[in-house]
């Protein structure tokens, strides 16, 4: 076989500059914990708060929650906790 441009050797070190700063979706949820959050159901409804809590299901505690459905403010509640299974995505917001 031969090896004329097909395969390539990262010598330099680079990649391992790279591998360093990914970030895993874990490290992403403990630097948000405590920081105001956007959480999007599976049906489309956001709920805007403070991440107070959450486990390895994606099960969501939030406290000075908002829920905005159709981009429209609906509630206002104090605490919510939403089941994992629901959760489309997590997503930080601006303080």
Same mark, same amino acid.
Request: proline content about 2%; aromatic content about 8%.
């Given at each position: 076989?031969?090896?004329?441009?097909?395969?390539?050797?990262?010598?330099?070190?680079?990649?391992? !500059?790279? @591998? +360093?700063?990914?970030?895993?979706?874990?490290?992403? %949820? =403990?630097?948000?914990? *405590?920081?105001?959050?956007?959480?999007?159901?599976?049906?489309?409804?956001?709920?805007?708060?403070?991440?107070?809590?959450?486990?390895?299901?994606?099960?969501? !505690?939030? @406290? +000075?929650?908002?829920?905005?459905?159709?981009?429209? %403010? =609906?509630?206002?509640? *104090?605490?919510?906790?939403?089941?994992?299974?629901?959760?489309?995505?997590?997503?930080?917001?601006?303080?």
């Amino acid at each position: 076989m031969s090896s004329e441009g097909n395969v390539t050797s990262n010598k330099s070190g680079e990649g391992d !500059a790279v @591998e +360093q700063n990914k970030r895993s979706p874990s490290d992403f %949820l =403990k630097a948000v914990l *405590g920081r105001p959050v956007n959480v999007r159901l599976n049906s489309g409804t956001d709920y805007r708060g403070v991440l107070a809590c959450l486990d390895g299901y994606m099960n969501i !505690a939030m @406290e +000075q929650t908002e829920e905005y459905v159709d981009g429209q %403010l =609906k509630s206002k509640y *104090g605490d919510c906790f939403i089941r994992g299974n629901n959760v489309l995505y997590i997503s930080s917001q601006k303080r």
